[in-house]
Nanobody, 123 residues
Framework: QVQVVESGGGLVQAGGSLRLSCAVS????????MGWFRQAPGKEREFLAG????????YYADSVKGRFTISRDNAKNTVFLQMAILKPEDTAVYYC????????????????WGQGTQVTVSS
C-alpha cells in the first residue's frame, strides 16, 4: 500500500514563503512521477507543478511559474514545493500526488493522493 503524506502548510503573510514536503512510502519512490496540486473552496483541483522520476524535468502551471519550485530527494522518498511571493489567492489545500505517467499535469493522472495540507495567505 502506497502512502503519501504532505506537511509544511500553515499561515503566512502575503509576500512570504513556505516549503511543503511530501513523503511517499510503500513502494520504490523512483517508480513515480510526482505532482503538486491545490484546491480552494468551491473550485476544482488545480495542477501546480510536476517532476519526473529522476528529478531532471520539471514543469509548472502559468499561475505559479517563477514563484514555486518543485524538487525531489529520491534518497529520502520526498518531494518538495518551495513557494515564494505568496498571494492571498494562493490560499487552498495543497495536495501531493504520485502517478505512473511520464508527466503529471492533471488530477486524472494521479494514482495516489495525500490527505492535503492547508496553506493560508493573509493580506
Amino acid at each position: 500500500q502506497v502512502q503519501v503524506v504532505e506537511s509544511g502548510g500553515g499561515l503566512v503573510q502575503a509576500g512570504g514563503s513556505l516549503r511543503l514536503s511530501c513523503a511517499v512510502s510503500g513502494r520504490t519512490f523512483t517508480t513515480y512521477t510526482m505532482g503538486w496540486f491545490r484546491q480552494a473552496p468551491g473550485k476544482e483541483r488545480e495542477f501546480l507543478a510536476g517532476i519526473n522520476r529522476s528529478g531532471g524535468n520539471t514543469y509548472y502551471a502559468d499561475s505559479v511559474k517563477g514563484r514555486f519550485t518543485i524538487s525531489r530527494d529520491n534518497a529520502k522518498n520526498t518531494v518538495f514545493l518551495q513557494m515564494a511571493i505568496l498571494k492571498p489567492e494562493d490560499t487552498a489545500v495543497y495536495y501531493c500526488g504520485a502517478g505512473n505517467y511520464a508527466i503529471i499535469d492533471k488530477a486524472s493522472n494521479v494514482l495516489y493522493w495525500g490527505q492535503g495540507t492547508q496553506v493560508t495567505v493573509s493580506s
